[in-house]
């Protein structure tokens, strides 16, 4: 059950995501002087929003099989909760107010000079504990594979070597009943 309430977090980040990038994509149409800033604070989302969506399907394809490092991440104060609170915080930033205030601030980018840096060191750091604990996951996962791979391979000899005594038993077998056959005759 766990599973389904991690798998639901991190579809609602995913969203807040691609909603947060949408937001700085308008900046980008009206505000000419931190393109760089708004552009590569986007990319940062776009490649947070794509580990996501991996590890959202790693979730539902193993879901009985996740090790602590991914179950964790959806834990009270996780980092999944984390990244959520990091993007409203982006998210209530970018948003474009409404008035004659907001008129005004939407001709300029919201964020200081050098606070795109922390916010962007901010989504690696997250992004890097998903990757972490997808790899981890694997590891476990493909090492459990592989002993089951193991395990089989050793089936397989052992029914290669029986079928192998089989057929030399019978072969002996046959070799004597020809023999008292033709004693017979």
Request: glycine letters at 6%.
């Given at each position: 059950?766990?599973?389904?309430?991690?798998?639901?977090?991190?579809?609602?980040?995913?969203?807040?995501?691609?909603?947060?990038?949408?937001?700085?994509?308008q900046?980008?149409?009206?505000?000419?002087r931190?393109?760089?800033?708004?552009?590569?604070?986007?990319?940062?989302?776009n490649?947070?929003?794509?580990?996501?969506?991996?590890?959202?399907?790693?979730?539902?394809?193993?879901?009985?099989?996740?090790?602590?490092?991914?179950?964790?991440l959806?834990?009270?104060?996780?980092?999944?909760?984390?990244?959520?609170?990091?993007?409203?915080?982006?998210?209530?930033?970018?948003?474009?107010?409404?008035?004659l205030?907001?008129?005004?601030?939407?001709?300029?980018?919201?964020?200081?000079?050098?606070?795109?840096d922390v916010?962007?060191?901010?989504?690696?750091?997250?992004?890097?504990?998903?990757?972490?604990?997808?790899?981890?996951d694997?590891?476990?996962?493909?090492?459990?594979?592989?002993?089951?791979?193991?395990l089989?391979?050793?089936?397989?000899?052992?029914?290669?070597?029986?079928?192998?005594?089989?057929?030399?038993?019978?072969?002996?077998?046959?070799?004597?009943?020809?023999?008292?056959v033709?004693?017979?005759?």
């Amino acid at each position: 059950m766990a599973e389904l309430a991690l798998a639901a977090s991190i579809i609602t980040v995913i969203q807040l995501s691609a909603n947060v990038a949408i937001l700085g994509y308008q900046y980008i149409e009206k505000v000419k002087r931190s393109k760089k800033e708004i552009t590569a604070l986007i990319e940062e989302l776009n490649s947070l929003h794509e580990v996501l969506k991996i590890l959202r399907d790693h979730i539902r394809e193993h879901p009985d099989s996740l090790t602590n490092a991914v179950q964790t991440l959806g834990g009270e104060d996780g980092p999944v909760q984390g990244c959520n609170q990091d993007l409203n915080i982006l998210r209530e930033i970018l948003e474009l107010k409404k008035g004659l205030k907001g008129l005004i601030e939407r001709l300029k980018w919201p964020i200081r000079e050098g606070e795109v840096d922390v916010i962007k060191r901010r989504i690696e750091r997250h992004k890097s504990l998903f990757l972490l604990a997808l790899a981890v996951d694997r590891m476990s996962t493909s090492a459990r594979t592989d002993s089951g791979l193991a395990l089989g391979r050793r089936t397989d000899i052992q029914h290669r070597d029986l079928q192998t005594q089989r057929g030399t038993t019978y072969k002996g077998q046959k070799s004597f009943i020809q023999l008292w056959v033709f004693e017979v005759h």
